[in-house]
């Protein structure tokens, strides 16, 4: 079976090393070496500052809202948050379980991420913040963003789960927005297991992070903040350290899948429209196809044959009961139905793909 995606796994001989070290400090958690030595490795990688790691990419969404001050306690109204129907059910539903009403606004058709002029089309009175998805690792229109941003006195949150180590005009795209978060569950580009990152623009809204992710302890005998648990252990630093150590063998692989994918399938397909200036990170390679009948026979096709292509991002967000949407998003509703995520991994085989672009093929052409 060929799955749309397969975990990194780095050097067992490595891991032993650093899982050898961690019963010779006989510290598992709480700020550990490991975290430290690898929150230093990822800001210096990522070309980043204020970078905070969590226990998953779902925390590091729900503890930048909460830094940020989106909720306020004092306010009378539920406060709003705008965000795009076109992604994975955690970046809405992290602002619902934070008492945040998600307010989707529909996306570009052909950069897939959330469209400029549908964000302000959608401020009231109660809206506190946008939280675009760079989504499949895109750079949204960021200038434009931070524009309205700037004129409606909101905070931006970006969900970068999908951009680690993408950059946008030569440097790192997650310096743009008051915060933008990282996901490193297993099935993302790098990974602790599971893991997360918030990378803060200031400084003391890192700072007020740190004490959130420890229940607000600052001391043995203080407790300053509301918080929760989110901090990542000792056991998946080791993970990410070993990865991060790998990452341009596994980028290198992949970004061969990529363009195999693109050279034979760009003609027939429509891909996503990437941002000029955008050094790509190669994580996914999503393709839509002319209708919904197609998609789906084309899915149906390769599972027969034992390849696992996903309908990612389906279905539309809007169309998900638990989040209470009233609107419909035309584009991101018309984009889900068509798009399927072909299989890559660093360990894709060059006649495994072969097999996956021939039988793509063969359906296109009934
Ligand atoms: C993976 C992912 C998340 C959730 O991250 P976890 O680490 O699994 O909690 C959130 N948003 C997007 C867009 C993702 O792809």
Redesign the pocket.
Known sequence: MIPVTKPYFPSREKLNTYIDGIYERQWLTNNGELVQELTRRLENYLGVENLLLVS??????QIAYRALGLRDNRAPRHPEAITTPF??I??ASSLKWEGIEPVFADIDPHTWCLDPANIEAAITPNTKAIVP?H?FGNACEVEAIDAIANKHNLKVIY?A??AFGVKYKGESLLKHGDAATL???AT?LFHTG???AIIFKRKEDLERARKMINFGITGPESIEELGINAKMNELQAAMGLCVLDEMEQNLAARAEVWHRYEQALAGTLQLQSRAKALDYNYAYFPVVFKTEAKAVRVAATLKEHGVLARRYFYPSLESVECLNSQKKQAISKNIASRILCLPIYNKLGNAEQKEIIELVNTELAL
């Open positions: 998953n990419g779902t925390l590091a969404l992604t994975f955690a970046t998805v989504v969900d789960s999908h996901s490193f569950h993302k599971e893991g997360g």
